[in-house]
């Protein structure tokens, strides 16, 4: 399996944001999922460039990244994540987790 590009992660991760909405997250495995063809594909090895693009796009305020259903800095990521749209007030003051 060809590994995709930057641009078709961040893709896939805001398509997906975008259909939960800001009141609900995603696993980051659900995007490398995705891009493997589902759960039978290679996924695992995409998580890398996965939480890569989601820290590119939460910098540049496209989405949040939440530990234990909080946003954090992406500086600060480490361990479990989810994602999710920014809210209404930004990605620091977003909706709640």
Excluded at 79 to 87: A, F, I, N, S
């Amino acid at each position: 399996m060809p590994i995709p590009e930057e641009d078709a992660i961040a893709s896939e991760i805001l398509r997906q944001t975008a259909a939960r909405g800001p009141d609900r997250s995603i696993c980051p495995s659900e995007v490398a999922r995705a891009l493997a063809d589902g759960d039978d594909g290679p996924w695992r090895p995409l998580m890398g460039r996965v939480r890569q693009a989601a820290m590119a796009l939460a910098r540049q305020g496209r989405v949040e990244i939440l530990r234990k259903g909080k946003p954090v800095p992406p500086v600060e990521v480490r361990g479990v994540t989810r994602l999710r749209q920014p809210g209404p007030a930004g990605p620091e003051g977003g909706a709640p987790a």
